[in-house]
Nanobody, 115 residues
Framework: QVRVEESGGGLVQPGRSLRLSCVASGRIFGRGDMAWYRQAPGKERELVAEIESTGRPTYADSVKGRFFASRDSLPNVIYLQMNNLRPDDTAVYYC?????????WGQGTQVTVSS
């Protein structure tokens, strides 16, 4: 009924940029709040950014000034622009959609920052 899919991950050198995309589709009507999370091996899942249905973003302290979340004009499509990437940004990045009181999550996209 609801599908969430991330894309854009890959291997990148420190200091470079990468942009992730997320598309939520299915039986969805209107715009919902959305979020980006990440999880590194052996670590807890960490909130990276939230973006309300109005487009207002908030960020974790670890990514402020480097990462920027935005919404597309298409409903329930969001992006995460990641700049000045560091090795400790390496993680699986997940996108989520809040709809009718429930959260729906994608399967994640791997981001690896390494020389």
């Amino acid at each position: 009924q609801v599908r969430v899919e991330e894309s854009g991950g890959g291997l990148v050198q420190p200091g470079r940029s990468l942009r992730l995309s997320c598309v939520a589709s299915g039986r969805i009507f209107g715009r919902g709040d959305m979020a980006w999370y990440r999880q590194a091996p052996g670590k807890e899942r960490e909130l990276v950014a939230e973006i309300e249905s109005t487009g207002r973003p908030t960020y974790a302290d670890s990514v402020k000034g480097r990462f920027f979340a935005s919404r597309d004009s298409l409903p329930n499509v969001i992006y995460l622009q990641m700049n000045n990437l560091r090795p400790d940004d390496t993680a699986v990045y997940y996108c989520g959609l809040s709809y009718n009181g429930d959260w729906y999550w994608g399967q994640g996209t791997q981001v690896t920052v390494s020389s």
